[in-house]
């Protein structure tokens, strides 16, 4: 709550002093002195929560589609809010050398040139499968890939860097499905092969498919580790199926480079008062799936949870926090592009980051916080990976409304933008109340889902814990055998 006191000029108390003092004037001078005191208010205010997150994700943003043009909208309109909070500017400068609040991320893209590819060796034998014509490609992160089959029931562990090939049941349940694929990507497994759906089988015996998408990377990136997931027809996956241990598989095909364009962050910074160049993050990220035309009715991917609401607790925090005292420690409010594509805004800051990584103390990511998860209390938000460090404990007993993950089969601090960050070494968690509602990764995900008076509850329980780890000097730290690569 921010107090405001009447306070008169100096130059009237000086006149004042000089004025011979008359009785009714001596009168008042005697009256107790009279305070008016600003209503005791939530520092977040649920009218800018509503305000900020309905345009957001608003139709006139068509979905904030990773590196597009409306995504670039989202940026420039984060980074108009954190000039208005009178954060110090953090993106690009301009010819003239004035930094802005809007950071580009250059990309560059390939695509193929004809259908790729799906082979498996196994004892000098060499089975092939054309894209379009044997398998649909539904996810997928690079050119290329290869590596050694593993078959596997949905209930096994898939092994790093294998080429995963999942025994469902049939009709099996499309939710066991999605989590067990997202189980086989967090596993840093090289791809998923699956039979194929229903959809896909009509898809490809139509013969209009297309040929499959590749991502951009940053310019200049070293390549990265790739994903797939391949859905084969059922006589493909019987034959692979099949095939004895030790097979080797690859995917792949004959591409060429075209024009990446770019991704966009926002950046605003609240700098502090120590000179040791200690900081904090507060980061979500703004874009989302954009728009579907193959689809019927409404086509736009709102992304009101996902995760226009991180959007938006990062905003409001960034108005509470430059509103106060300066902090101790420096804050740096970030909204990360692309994260739905590969987060490619996070891994552009973090590769450029404007402090040293051992001098980010803390990395709070904000991401789909818009309803109340029915696993945990009431106005409670969850901390991916609680268990990993002292951080979210500590918060706790500084009244931060936080508990643990409540869903840890999910491998939700694997998914987020936060993990990049904690991949080099900083404290990262993501902050959330996801309850695994329907409406995730769908056109449902809109405005009129959004709790916005618990989004301004839970938000506020943070403002306090935050400002005490921006002037503390508590440093938290990985608990033994947690850090990510340890």
Not at 272 to 299: F, Q, R, Y
């Amino acid at each position: 709550m921010i107090r405001r006191s009447f306070a008169l000029p100096l130059s009237f108390i000086v006149v004042l002093a000089a004025l011979p003092l008359s009785p009714t004037y001596a009168q008042i001078r005697r009256r107790p002195a009279t305070r008016t005191t600003a209503p005791s208010v939530p520092a977040i205010n649920e009218n800018n929560i509503r305000a900020q997150l309905n345009f957001l994700a608003s139709d006139a943003l068509q979905g904030r589609g990773s590196g597009t043009g409306y995504e670039r909208i989202a940026a420039e309109y984060i980074g108009s809010q954190f000039r208005q909070f009178g954060l110090e500017a953090g993106g690009d400068a301009d010819a003239g050398g004035n930094k802005g609040f809007v950071q580009r991320v250059p990309m560059e893209s390939a695509k193929f040139s004809g259908p790729p590819s799906f082979t498996v060796t196994s004892g000098g034998n060499t089975h092939k499968w054309e894209f379009g014509k044997d398998f649909l490609v539904s996810f997928l992160r690079a050119p290329h890939i290869s590596g050694e089959l593993q078959v596997m029931e949905p209930s096994a562990k898939p092994t790093k860097g294998a080429i995963v090939v999942l025994k469902f049941p049939e009709n099996v349940d499309q939710r066991l499905r999605q989590e067990t694929l997202q189980k086989v990507f967090a596993a840093q497994a090289a791809a998923a092969v699956v039979i194929e759906t229903e959809a896909n089988r009509k898809t490809r015996e139509a013969g209009n498919v297309r040929l499959p998408n590749l991502p951009g990377r940053i310019a200049g990136e070293a390549k990265g580790e790739g994903f797939a997931v391949i859905a084969l027809r059922k006589e493909a996956l019987d034959t692979v199926l099949a095939l004895p241990a030790g097979a080797r598989a690859e995917f792949g095909g004959a591409v060429e480079q075209t024009d990446g364009g770019a991704t966009w962050n926002a950046i605003g910074v609240l700098r502090g008062t120590d000179t040791d160049g200690e900081a904090i993050m507060l980061s979500a990220h703004l874009d989302h799936l954009g728009v579907n035309e193959s689809l019927t009715g409404d086509k736009i991917f709102n992304g009101a949870d996902d995760d226009a609401s991180g959007c938006v607790a990062v905003l409001e925090l960034a108005r509470v926090l430059a509103a106060g005292k300066r902090p101790r420690r420096t804050i740096y409010f970030v909204c990360f592009g692309s994260e739905e594509r590969g987060g490619f805004g996070a891994r552009y800051f973090i590769s450029n980051s404007p402090v040293p990584l051992e001098k980010i103390v803390a990395d709070f990511n904000f991401e789909m916080l818009g309803r109340p998860d029915a696993k945990v209390p009431p106005g409670t938000l969850w901390l991916t990976g609680y268990e990993r460090s002292t951080l979210g404990p500590e918060l706790v007993k500084q009244g931060a409304a936080l508990v643990a993950d409540p869903h840890p089969d999910q491998n939700f601090f694997q998914r987020s933008d936060n993990y990049t960050l904690a991949q080099r070494g900083v404290i990262a968690h993501t902050v959330s109340s996801f309850g695994l509602h329907t409406d995730y990764h769908r056109v449902s995900d809109d405005v009129s889902k959004i709790d916005f008076p618990f989004m301004t509850r839970s938000i506020n329980s943070l403002v306090k814990p935050i400002q005490w780890l921006s002037n503390t000097r508590f440093r938290p730290e990985w608990l033994p055998g947690q850090k990510p690569g340890s």
